[in-house]
């Protein structure tokens, strides 16, 4: 019973090691030629900007004016070359080794 309990202890440990991380902010700029997608994000009383490389696993949701669109890596990040796209509204979520994992971004 000892060592089951050491066991589930030892993998809960595991995954919240791995889990996902959630970066919140707005969109700065959208390099298509590079793909990479640059947020602002707050933290604390700055804003810091945040340079994130999309992979071609990468997925996205785009709602622009109540129409969502979606997609992944390179097509998906083209979703964002749209005139309104700065100050948009983003949330990334990462893997723990800061992968870009899928960015759901509303523009207005």
Not at 51 to 69: D, H, R
């Amino acid at each position: 019973l000892f060592a089951f309990l050491l066991l589930v202890h030892g993998a809960t440990e595991g995954a919240q090691a791995q889990k996902a991380q959630m970066v919140k902010g707005t969109i700065k700029e959208v390099q298509l030629d590079k793909d990479v997608l640059i947020v602002n994000q707050k933290v604390k009383n700055e804003v810091v900007d945040r340079e994130l490389s999309i992979l071609n696993t990468t997925e996205f949701v785009v709602t622009i004016k109540g129409e969502k669109k979606t997609g992944t890596g390179s097509s998906g990040l083209k979703l964002l070359d749209v005139p309104n796209v700065k100050g948009a509204s983003v949330q990334v979520k990462c893997d723990k080794d800061v992968n870009v994992l899928k960015v759901t971004v509303t523009i207005k």
